[in-house]
């Protein structure tokens, strides 16, 4: 074939004569290709396909999130107002615990608008519910009285370690020691540990995925028993505060359980979602891997529960602690029946009767 040469510098092109070197040619986006992106599990679409694979449906997406994230953050600002009437002694504690929703929920709206954002918006949900956890262990020692009167009240009274999650056997088998300054120290650590360890790990994932993306999901699986050995010691550490907590009369388990539920949404839920598409077989949607879409439905189910815990949230902490006033508390006064009402007729007629009867 008669090629044509043109020489530029130290660099050769060689083309065919027949085809012209300014053509341009267009990008084939053939079936084969869009179906092999589809289930590329690893891939994340950058935000230009993104948007273009899902619109017009994506900018209702957006506006329903944007709308349902002002709401927890408005929410979150009135809740604070009332809790600081209250919680005046652990008025940071409060508003930490509190900051934990819209930084959720700010965190899912940002992996749904950019879905390469995916681990590090979980990295921030997963890190803001770990410190929300140690503010809310710090609290209830504080409406306790704090670690010395607490001690004090407790006399010989003893921890109760076998709570969840080391409730079962072999885990009965834990001694329960007395109430001292150092059983406080060693529940404490377990609490603590856990933003810390949190963080050192989400650091080495991050770093794993800034240097490639497959070596990232073929390690990621190793690091979740460091996870969850993390997040569930400290859980245990935050219920026997619980408990104990409620042994002394204060009514702490609703808040606990508030900052529990957001737990499970973040961890429990974004990791099923995480493994639906392997477990079973979903088709490609708008030329967007199942993963991608699955995610972004998790994501905005995410805002709503930020939202419904954002409510619960401000109903427990409009009031006092300890206090519940859903209902006002109404004292009725019953009377019997058999007890009826006197004539005045009769009575005259009974004092005339009677002074008759004396005179007589």
Not at 31 to 49: G, K, M
Not at 77 to 91: D, E, F, N, Y
Not at 300 to 328: F, H, Q, T
């Amino acid at each position: 074939m008669d090629l044509l040469r043109e020489v530029s510098g130290l660099n050769k092109v060689v083309v065919a004569r027949h085809i012209s070197a300014d053509k341009t040619f267009p990008v084939a986006h053939n079936a084969i290709n869009r179906t092999a992106l589809c289930y590329s599990y690893s891939h994340q679409p950058d935000f230009e396909s993104y948007f273009i694979a899902l619109s017009p449906y994506i900018w209702v997406l957006w506006i329903c999130g944007l709308a349902v994230l002002m709401a927890t953050c408005i929410l979150f600002v009135v809740t604070i107002r009332a809790a600081w009437q209250h919680w005046r002694q652990s008025s940071t504690n409060v508003t930490v615990v509190l900051a934990v929703y819209p930084i959720v929920a700010s965190s899912a709206f940002l992996a749904i608008v950019l879905p390469r954002c995916r681990i590090l918006a979980e990295a921030i949900a997963q890190e803001a519910v770990m410190i929300a956890m140690c503010h809310l262990y710090s609290m209830i020692i504080t409406e306790c009285g704090g670690p010395d009167q607490l001690i004090r009240r407790s006399s010989d009274a003893r921890l109760e370690t076998r709570v969840l999650p080391c409730c079962c056997w072999p885990c009965c088998l834990i001694p329960r020691p007395k109430l001292q300054k150092r059983s406080l120290v060693f529940m404490k650590c377990l609490v603590m540990q856990m933003p810390v360890i949190q963080a050192l790990i989400y650091v080495v994932l991050l770093a794993l995925l800034a240097e490639d993306m497959m070596i990232y999901h073929e390690s990621s699986i190793y690091f979740q028993p460091f996870i969850a050995a993390s997040i569930l010691t400290g859980v245990w550490g935050v219920i026997m505060c619980v408990r104990m907590a409620e042994t002394a009369g204060h009514r702490v388990r609703p808040r606990f359980l508030a900052i529990q539920l957001a737990l499970i949404i973040v961890k429990v839920q974004s990791g099923f979602a995480k493994f639906l598409p392997e477990l079973i077989e979903i088709p490609c949607v708008s030329s967007i891997n199942p993963s991608v879409f699955i995610n972004m439905i998790q994501n905005g189910v995410m805002l709503l529960e930020m939202l419904l815990l954002s409510i619960w949230a401000w109903r427990l902490y409009r009031v006092a602690p300890g206090k519940n006033l859903d209902r006002p508390q109404v004292v009725v006064a019953v009377l019997d029946d058999s007890i009826k009402p006197v004539d005045p007729k009769t009575m005259i007629g009974l004092e005339n009767k009677s002074f008759n009867e004396r005179y007589k």
